[in-house]
């Protein structure tokens, strides 16, 4: 039968203090777990109750997903919970569907405290455990849930996690098959072979997905903006839906029919964007401007460059590497159609770049991720900024960077 | 019993007044004669008619009768020989009363001969357009004096319905849409059904502050013969409940006096009755909570086993039963999603209300998970249910041109059953060789719905090909021939192409196959966030 589990995952707290390496990789969760506790606290105060939540459950999936990827290790004792972290293995213990009931009844009951301890959370920093621990063995006392198996679980695995000054992270699988006839041994198997599968196999094929699963994404696409520009052609509207095509395929493809082999800028070709949610974007200018040649690039060799992430917040990673994010995430992923999303991100783009003709020659080294109408919208305003300074000398340029696994950044062609 | 029927239409048409046009009682020796020259005995209702008012024209309903000038409207003989003229095929034991507003119907009484001792006349509604035969005439009413009484009390409800409901647009146009106001939900507004130019229903509501019900002061329902019997009623019950439910009252529904003199509308307990609800309160002017709940629920027509399971979450107070109707008619999931959520969900009741905070994680997470899965499996069974016509190089959409699939769910493999009655395509098959796949008709096709992200189905795909692999094996053993499938999320595609193409080997050495929605769960995701947070914020 389906069923759900629930792992406990202890972490030593170093790992909630600062980004620790451990197994050739890092984790990185004390960032997100300092946010996500700040944002606790400002959700009780129900002030922009639907920005904060999103932004929760941003961090919560970065914490649990930076856990879930590490090689884990069953424990019921504390020899084994050290044990296991001296094999820089993650302490784990699995609670059932159970733990879910006691949940509800908790928060039904006595719905303050619950909140107050934060029953109900996916991480407990150390300094957290003691008073959770009291708390939760208060509670559930007095709900009559103390004997509760997956209780008694709990408050073991809490009680050896502070003994060893861990913190506590809880993963959940709401779709785990129990075979009951066949007795499947406990679920944890899988999650340490999620660790083994998840790195170095998964890395070496990323390469393959990029360059090959993708090309027919390429192919598909390329296909049908030529269609559209066909039946613009024809005295129709040709419209082309964005929505689910991978960005740096959306970034690639546009560039290939941005350009005209002319020396001048031309008419464009406007191609009708959609969305998957119904909505219509601004059209998009293809087919319109010049190539430029090496020579006439060579004096952007000079220019600032500025490295930014597409958008805030979507790859907290990226911050190391940019100078800042182009869009604001809490500007861009508000509650509106795809459509009108799109076109703040081209009113936005067009406003900046109207800013740098006074600022001299400038090279954009773009981080992208993939919201399509964020992509839209900026590649839409500076094809129509660089459609200005067509009759110009070169003095702007965007190279998109996308992300691999295996690679890290690596560069998409130039639009100058 | 009859007579006291006839009395009460009597007495209903000397309320009328002025607004009654009549001709004048008739003598009993011209109705003895008429009767002879027919060869047919009228019910005794029908002479005292006859014999009181004559014919008579009341609002838009003329009666046909004994009056002068005989040649003319609304005299019975003119209408025989017009009719008998056109449709000289037309039964002789057939008199024609009421030409039925605009409908091509005519009201007739199906008398028995001059000879027969007894002088019972049921009213048949004749469709005029279609050729004569037996199945023209559908019954209407039993016998005269109640067809009589019907159609004059009818007529009156919907007059005295239609100036209250002016008294309330004109009201509301003037305090709230003249403004851009909202109203509140104890405040009278009125509201009109439609399907383009026909109007199903009006109704004036308001959440009864005092009571903690919902008041109706204007309920009229009609029934358009262009639609299914009952599409009035229908429409305009699950309005009144779902409004019920919206304004969170106790699901009572009363009527004020302005609705058919105090009483549920005829048109509704009819309806009710239909459906197997008996409402006994309704010359009480109310629907209780309790009768609200059950017509909900068999108005939002959930099968049998659902709605045992419905009934038992409730009594366990884990689920609101006309909360689970009213995600249905308010369009945020379908009868078969609501199953998958009451069957596979451990909270089902959290995913339709939607009001667990994402603070509360582990649950928030929980009903996301299931709530991306019942989606899932909603894509599927849209397009398994649409039929894709190509003529040529055109593909013709055509409105509600749908496969009738019966769909079932397995909460123990989280699996969707489907078996048509037609051959059944099966879609976005992931294994080459599989395209073009069709199910023949009234075999089941058992899918497993996995939900799962890439990390996840690295995790558990293996697993679940095992269970598809047994499932296959035993439905071979069973007598409803079945095959099994896998429906995952466009997820899979990210997955390394190796293990992508050992999965599609496996797959298809197990006889199991590969179906991969277009959609991925991040997509998934972000509509499930909206389904719970429109649950939320419903009422």
Redesign the interface.
């Known amino acids: 039968?389906?069923t759900?589990y629930?792992y406990l995952c202890a972490l030593p707290r170093n790992m909630w203090e600062q980004n620790v390496p451990w197994n050739g990789g890092m984790i990185t969760i004390y960032s997100f777990v300092a946010d996500a506790l700040g944002i606790?606290r400002r959700?009780q105060k129900g002030v922009n109750q639907d920005n904060e939540?999103t932004r929760?459950?941003l961090c919560?999936a970065r914490i649990e997903a930076a856990v879930?990827?590490q090689a884990l290790a069953t424990t019921t004792t504390a020899e084994q919970f050290k044990a296991a972290l001296d094999d820089h293995r993650l302490p784990v213990s699995v609670l059932e569907?159970g733990?879910?009931?006691v949940?509800?009844r908790l928060?039904q009951q006595t719905p303050l405290e619950a909140?107050k301890s934060?029953?109900?959370?996916?991480f407990f920093p150390p300094d957290t455990i003691v008073d959770h621990i009291a708390v939760f063995s208060q509670l559930t006392e007095q709900a009559g849930l103390a004997d509760h198996l997956d209780v008694k679980r709990r408050k073991g695995f809490f009680e050896l996690a502070c003994r060893c000054g861990c913190g506590v992270v809880?993963l959940?699988?709401?779709?785990?098959?129990l075979?009951i006839a066949a007795g499947t041994p406990p679920p944890i198997a899988?999650?340490q072979?999620?660790n083994i599968?998840?790195d170095d196999?998964?890395l070496?094929?990323?390469e393959?997905?990029d360059n090959?699963?993708r090309g027919d994404l390429y192919a598909i696409l390329g296909e049908q903006i030529q269609k559209a520009i066909e039946q613009v052609g024809a005295g129709h509207q040709g419209v082309v839906n964005f929505s689910?095509q991978p960005h740096n395929v959306i970034t690639e493809v546009l560039r290939e029919f941005v350009y005209q082999n002319t020396t001048r800028a031309t008419k464009p070709t406007y191609i009708q964007v959609v969305y998957?949610d119904g909505s219509r974007g601004e059209p998009f200018p293809l087919l319109c401007l010049p190539r430029r040649s090496k020579n006439h690039l060579a004096q952007l060799d000079d220019a600032s460059l500025l490295r930014a992430s597409l958008m805030s917040m979507r790859h907290l990673e990226m911050d190391d590497a940019v100078d800042m994010a182009w869009f604001r995430n809490s500007e861009v992923s508000k509650s509106r159609t795809l459509a009108e999303t799109d076109a703040f991100c081209y009113e936005q783009t067009g406003r900046e770049l109207r800013e740098t003709q006074s600022e001299g020659n400038l090279r954009i080294h773009l981080y992208q991720t993939g919201f399509q109408p964020a992509v839209i919208g900026f590649y839409r305003a500076f094809v129509e900024e660089l459609l200005y300074r067509a009759n110009l000398p070169a003095s702007l340029e965007v190279t998109p960077y996308y992300f691999s696994r295996r690679t890290g950044y690596w560069p998409g062609q130039s639009w100058n | 019993m009859e007579i006291t029927t006839i009395e009460k239409a009597f007495v209903l048409l000397s309320t009328l007044g002025k607004q009654v046009a009549q001709s004048g009682k008739a003598p009993v020796a011209a109705i003895n004669e008429i009767e002879k020259a027919l060869n047919l005995r009228f019910p005794n209702t029908y002479r005292l008619f006859l014999s009181r008012f004559g014919a008579i024209k009341v609002g838009p309903i003329t009666i046909y009768g004994l009056s002068l000038p005989v040649d003319d409207e609304p005299s019975l003989i003119w209408a025989l020989q017009g009719l008998r003229s056109i449709f000289p095929d037309m039964p002789k034991n057939l008199v024609p009363i009421h030409p039925v507003e605009e409908s091509g119907l005519l009201a007739c009484l199906q008398c028995q001969q001059v000879e027969v001792s007894t002088d019972d006349a049921p009213v048949v509604l004749w469709d005029m357009r279609a050729p004569t035969s037996d199945q023209n005439f559908e019954p209407v009413s039993p016998n005269f004096a109640q067809y009589l009484y019907d159609r004059l009390s009818e007529w009156k409800y919907r007059e005295i319905g239609l100036k209250t409901l002016e008294k309330h647009v004109n009201r509301f146009e003037n305090e709230y849409l003249s403004i851009n106001k909202l109203p509140r939900n104890h405040i009278w507004r009125p509201y009109r059904f439609c399907v383009q130019d026909v109007v199903l229903g009006l109704v004036v509501v308001r959440h009864s502050l005092a009571n903690n019900c919902l008041d109706v002061d204007v309920c009229l329902i009609s029934d358009a013969p262009e639609y299914e019997q009952g599409s009035g009623a229908r429409m305009t019950s699950a309005f009144l409940l779902s409004e019920a439910y919206k304004c969170g009252g106790t699901m009572e529904i009363r009527f004020t006096e302005n609705v058919e003199d105090g009483t549920v509308p005829k048109a509704l307990w009819t309806f009710a009755q239909d459906l197997g609800i008996d409402l006994h309160h309704v010359n009480e002017s109310r629907i209780t909570s309790s009768e609200a709940r059950q017509l909900y629920i068999a108005l939002t027509g959930f099968s049998d086993t659902l709605r045992s399971q419905i009934d038992l979450l409730a009594q366990q107070e884990k689920l609101s039963q006309e909360r689970a109707c009213y995600v249905v008619h308010h369009g945020i999931w379908t009868r078969t999603e609501v199953e998958s959520i009451v069957f596979?969900s451990?909270?089902p009741d959290g995913i339709f209300s939607g009001d667990t905070?994402?603070?509360?994680?582990?649950?928030y997470?929980?009903e996301i998970?299931?709530t991306r899965?019942t989606i899932l499996g909603g894509f599927l069974d849209r397009r398994l249910a649409r039929r894709e016509r190509i003529e040529g190089t055109l593909a013709l959409d055509l409105e509600d041109d749908t496969r009738r699939v019966n769909i079932e769910f397995d909460?123990?493999?989280?699996a969707k059953i489907y078996q048509c009655d037609e051959e059944l395509p099966i879609p976005w098959l992931e294994s080459h060789r599989q395209k073009g796949f069709h199910i023949p008709a009234g075999h089941r096709l058992i899918v497993l719905v996995?939900?799962?992200d890439a990390?996840?189905l690295?995790?558990?795909l293996q697993?679940?090909l095992v269970?598809a692999r047994k499932l296959a094996i035993l439905s071979q053993q069973q007598s409803a021939a079945s095959s099994v499938f896998i429906l995952t999320p466009r997820d899979s595609?990210?997955l390394?192409?190796?293990?992508r193409a050992q999965f599609v080997k496996a797959a298809e050495a197990s006889s199991v196959g590969l179906i991969v929605c277009?959609?991925?769960v991040v997509?998934l995701d972000a509509d499930a966030a909206k389904r719970l947070a429109s649950s939320r914020i419903l009422r």
């Open positions: 039968m389906i759900s629930f606790e959700l939540r929760y459950n919560c879930a990827s569907a733990y879910l009931t949940l509800t928060l909140s934060r029953l109900g959370a996916t809880e959940q699988n709401a779709f785990q098959f075979d899988s999650v072979r999620k599968t998840s196999e998964f070496e094929e990323e393959i997905i090959e699963s689910n998957t | 596979g451990l909270r905070p994402p603070e509360q994680r582990h649950l997470m929980q998970f299931h899965a909460p123990t493999l989280y996995r939900a799962r990390n996840d690295v995790l558990h697993q679940d269970i595609q990210e390394p192409s190796q293990q277009p959609e991925t997509t």
